[in-house]
């Protein structure tokens, strides 16, 4: 199966972005749904777990969420800053596959 | 606090072999399944392979199969994975990295190694 993401958003500081991941098959919300961003030069660190959970140490700025009738996961960043410039990428697994989406590039300028 | 080194990367020709070793320190790593996860030069993120936190189970990518092997030692604390028959399309920054509780995600991640496959 894929995920589908938006190869590029941009945004204001101090305004929200919703960044989409769309399954091409079956049910999103029959697996869980990451969320991870990765910063220039930098390894990725996760963001969301099972599909809305935030790790400790995550602002409440970032939010997920499942639309099971459009099949999509999406990530929320509220009160945009500078530093939330970076690569974001949606994943999930079918048991025995774990699969990413294509990425999108956040901008805040 | 959690530590994943990786090690082994650099460069070699089409057709020969390499093994990549992680090396884990901070948490129990016989309780965890851990992935190989690679990032080509500009592009996004692939998972590569999965091995349970025993080594009972391993799945891989199809682009690897058959060519990669994942596998661990729990008395040494330590992940491998053993590149055979690379073609250029291997190169990449290969990430070590934690499964979630239920395996379904990938909780924390190495710094990488970074494999070039050229002639």
């Known amino acids: 199966f894929m995920l589908t993401q938006p190869h590029s958003v941009s945004e204001s500081p101090g305004k929200t972005v919703t960044i989409s991941c769309t399954g091409n098959?079956?049910?999103?919300?029959?697996?869980?749904v990451q969320w991870y961003q990765q910063r220039p030069g930098s390894a990725p660190t996760i963001l969301i777990y099972?599909?809305?959970?935030?790790p400790s140490g995550v602002p409440d700025r970032f939010s997920g969420s499942i639309d099971s009738s459009s099949n999509s996961a999406s990530l929320t960043i509220s009160g945009l800053k500078t530093e939330d410039e970076a690569d974001y990428y949606c994943?999930?697994?079918?048991?025995?596959?774990?699969?990413f989406g294509g990425g999108t590039k956040l901008t805040v300028l | 606090q959690v530590k994943l080194a990786e090690s082994g990367g650099g460069v070699v020709q089409p057709g020969r072999s390499l093994r990549l070793s992680c090396a884990a320190s901070g948490f129990t790593f016989g309780s965890y399944g851990m992935h190989w996860v690679r990032q080509a030069p500009g592009k996004g993120l692939e998972w590569v392979a999965i091995?349970?936190?025993?080594?009972?189970?391993?799945y891989y990518a199809d682009s690897v199969k058959g060519r990669f092997t994942i596998s661990r030692d729990n008395s040494k604390n330590t992940l491998y994975l053993q590149m055979n028959s690379l073609r250029v399309e291997d190169t990449a920054m290969y990430y070590c990295?934690?499964?979630?509780?239920?395996?379904?995600?990938?909780?924390?991640w190495g710094h990488g190694t970074t494999v070039t496959v050229s002639s």
């Open positions: 099972e599909d809305i959970q935030r």
């Open positions: 994943q999930s697994y079918d048991g025995t596959s774990w699969v």
């Open positions: 990295v934690i499964t979630s509780g239920g395996y379904y995600g990938m909780d924390v």
């Open positions: 098959s079956g049910s999103i919300a029959s697996n869980y």
């Open positions: 091995i349970w936190y025993d080594g009972s189970e391993k």
